[in-house]
Nanobody
């Protein structure tokens, strides 16, 4: 079956970096756009970043532009999120998602991972 498994979350000090990974299986990874979303306690799910199936096009939420970078390796069926200059407000559960026409709308994705927790201390 289709499965997404995130890893790489953890506790980091403000200003630090983390790299999240999301390994996909169950269907042809290179056919699908991939996205990262996050949800903090008591808040709505927020779009973080999206990458096209080829990797040639990326798009970021305003709150992470210039700090986060999304990338993918279609030979490894994996998408990454490099997070630099982390802030306490970046604390959230981070999810990766897969969708044929995935963009910044969560409804465009039909497969989601379980999430990986990112905590940023001040």
């Amino acid at each position: 079956q289709v499965q997404l498994v995130e890893s790489g979350g953890g506790l980091v000090q403000a200003g630090g970096s983390l790299r999240l990974s999301c390994a996909a299986s169950g269907r042809t990874f290179s056919d699908y756009n991939m996205g990262w979303f996050r949800q903090a306690p008591g808040k709505e799910r927020e779009f973080v970043a999206q990458i096209s199936w080829s990797g040639h096009s990326t798009y970021y939420g305003d709150s992470v532009k210039g700090r986060f970078t999304i990338s993918r390796d279609n030979t490894k069926n994996t998408v990454y999120l490099q997070m630099n200059s982390l802030r306490p407000e970046d604390r959230a559960l981070y999810y990766c998602a897969e969708g044929l026409h995935g963009n910044s709308w969560a409804r465009r994705y039909d497969c989601w991972g379980q999430g990986t927790q990112v905590t940023v201390s001040s």
